[in-house]
Nanobody
Framework: QVQLVESGGGLVQAGGSLRLSCVVI????????AGWFRQAPGKERQFVAG????????SYADDVKGRFTISKDNAKDTVYLRMNSLKPEDTAIYYC??????????????????WGQGAQVTVSS
C-alpha cells in the first residue's frame, strides 16, 4: 500500500523560502501523478501544484505561479515543493498526495487517493 511521508515545513518570514519534500513509499506505475494541497484554518483544502511522474508535466494554482516550483526525483520516489517569495496568506498545512489520474488540470482533493500527514508552513509578516 502506498504511503506518503512529508518533511520540511516550518516558520519563515514573509519573502523567505522553504522546501517541502514528500517520499512516496511503495509507489507503483499506476500512481500517475503527485500533487501538493494546502488547507488554512477554516478553509477548504485547495490544490497548489501537481506533477506527472512519467514526463514531468506540471500545473500550478494561479496564486502560486512564478513563486512555487514542483519537481520530482524518480529514483528516490520523492516530490518536492520549492516555495519562494512566501506571503502570510501562504500559511497553511501542506499535504502531499498521489493520484491514479493522468490529468493535472482541474483536479481536486477527490482525485487523489493517498495522502501524507501534512506539514505546517507558517509565514510571519
Amino acid at each position: 500500500q502506498v504511503q506518503l511521508v512529508e518533511s520540511g515545513g516550518g516558520l519563515v518570514q514573509a519573502g523567505g523560502s522553504l522546501r517541502l519534500s514528500c517520499v512516496v513509499i511503495r509507489r507503483t506505475f499506476s500512481w500517475y501523478t503527485a500533487g501538493w494541497f494546502r488547507q488554512a484554518p477554516g478553509k477548504e483544502r485547495q490544490f497548489v501544484a501537481g506533477i506527472r511522474w512519467s514526463d514531468g508535466s506540471t500545473s500550478y494554482a494561479d496564486d502560486v505561479k512564478g513563486r512555487f516550483t514542483i519537481s520530482k526525483d524518480n529514483a528516490k520516489d520523492t516530490v518536492y515543493l520549492r516555495m519562494n517569495s512566501l506571503k502570510p496568506e501562504d500559511t497553511a498545512i501542506y499535504y502531499c498526495a498521489a493520484s491514479r489520474h493522468v490529468r493535472l488540470v482541474g483536479v481536486g482533493p477527490g482525485d487523489f487517493g493517498a495522502w501524507g500527514q501534512g506539514a505546517q508552513v507558517t509565514v510571519s509578516s
